[in-house]
């Protein structure tokens, strides 16, 4: 793992989609203290205002620049993606946060109407963010797209049916992407490959604001958006044959 005020990730351009939640905001700190050139993006303004002020405020005034996109729209999500490595010359990484659940106290109570609204905040995002980033990922030299999943998505429960597969729809889709990076350092002649994407598994995620509304609660299993922060980092110090198509598990295994 990267350690507290390691400029590990000096020189790297990371996009985070989803920057404006406590994991976002999190994240964003992390890797600017890592040295990297940050962008968020989030579909709240405000929110991504405040978390961008946040990081840099924090970080000592590293570049971390926040943009309005519509991920919903790949165009949009390919425009970003162009802007990016425009304005920076280069796009080293790709940290998908975007995050929803919907639930149902049984499974006969499911909702479609939940997997409606789970498709796109968790599958749709997931294509356009990949299909937009992918060759500059590939032109890095250390490019790689992480997808933050639940341990839901492996062993679903009756009341998650429509969160658990939407999670489970958005994993294959990246371990797709891990194949596109595999295939692709092959046809460059490398050895394995050159950017990797992978998946770092939670059970879910806690933050300080939740604590102080639950201050009994033991929120067992949880990760705290500090440390998947720091696993988000790290990522970035294994090689790309390591951590391509993996799974990264935070929590115990279902």
Do not use: C
């Not at 840099?56 to 490595?85: F, N, P």
């Not at 356009?128 to 060759?135: G, I």
């Not at 992978?198 to 604590?211: G, P």
């Not at 009994?216 to 790309?240: S, Y």
Request: aromatic share 6%; hydrophobic share 45%; charged share 25%.
């Amino acid at each position: 793992m990267v350690g507290n005020g390691n400029r590990a990730l000096s020189g790297a351009v990371i996009a985070v989609a989803g920057a404006g939640g406590p994991a976002g905001r999190a994240t964003l700190l992390r890797l600017a203290e890592a040295g990297a050139t940050v962008v968020g993006s989030d579909n709240d303004p405000e929110r991504l205002a405040e978390a961008v002020d946040a990081a840099r405020y924090a970080s000592g005034g590293a570049t971390v620049t926040g943009e309005k996109v519509d991920l919903l729209d790949l165009q949009s999500t390919r425009d970003w993606a162009a802007h990016i490595e425009k304005e920076y010359g280069r796009v080293d990484g790709l940290v998908h946060l975007v995050g929803g659940w919907r639930g149902s106290e049984t499974f006969t109570k499911t909702s479609l109407s939940d997997w409606s609204v789970l498709e796109k905040l968790l599958i749709r995002t997931v294509q356009h963010t990949s299909l937009a980033f992918h060759e500059a990922l590939q032109r890095s030299d250390r490019g790689r797209y992480l997808l933050i999943s639940a341990a839901g998505a492996s062993k679903p429960t009756a009341g998650n049916a429509a969160y658990s597969a939407a999670k489970a729809a958005a994993e294959a889709w990246t371990l797709a992407m891990a194949d596109y990076f595999r295939k692709a350092g092959k046809a460059e002649g490398a050895e394995g490959p050159t950017s990797a994407a992978a998946i770092l598994v939670v059970k879910a995620l806690v933050h300080d604001a939740m604590r102080a509304e639950r201050p009994n609660a033991k929120f067992a299993g949880f990760t705290d958006v500090k440390d998947l922060a720091e696993a988000i980092a790290g990522v970035w110090d294994k090689p790309a044959a390591e951590v391509n198509g993996n799974r990264l598990w935070l929590t115990e295994k279902p």
